[in-house]
């Protein structure tokens, strides 16, 4: 909402015949400040373009537009040619953003891969000792029985 130069309050109203008031201090704005249409930027009194969103505020500009088929505001018409260009991009920034992921994944996968055949090599050992210490185990009990026999 466009606020009073007077009194910076937010209550600007437009009357019926087109004159801005202040509803807070009551300062008559007609004359020194143009309200844009489409966006109602208070712009100084002879600017071409509003100082917000771009659209033109002299009415030959307007008639130009309309000539020309344009019916949107200028500003949408600026948004709209670097859509494409905003479009690229993004797909680029989220290219990189899926690239970075992807690393982390295989750093992830690789760690995994690393534990795996830590706690394999693990198992192996402990086998080994287990087969080692097993018919050791075996041989004492059969020389126990034989000696207490």
């Known amino acids: 909402m466009p606020q009073c130069p007077a009194c910076t309050a937010p209550g600007l ?39 917000s969103c771009g659209e033109p505020l002299s009415l030959l500009a307007q008639v130009m ?24 991009r993004e797909a680029r920034e989220s290219e990189k953003r899926m690239e970075a992921l992807q690393a982390i994944d295989q750093r992830r996968q690789a760690v995994e891969a690393e534990a795996k055949e830590a706690q394999e090599a693990y198992q192996r ?12 185990f075996i041989v004492i009990i059969i020389l126990l029985v034989v000696i207490i026999r």
Do not use: M, W
């Open 13 to 51: 109203e437009v009357s019926p015949t087109g004159r801005l008031t202040c509803s807070y201090c009551g300062t008559d704005i007609t004359g020194a400040f143009i309200l844009c249409p489409v966006c109602g930027h208070l712009n100084s009194h002879g600017e071409e373009n509003c100082g």
């Open 125 to 136: 050992k402990i086998s080994r000792i287990v087969l080692l210490i097993i018919p050791i």
């Open 65 to 88: 537009i309309r000539h020309e088929g344009r019916n949107q505001p200028y500003r949408l018409q600026q948004v709209r040619t670097q859509a494409s260009a905003l479009k690229e």
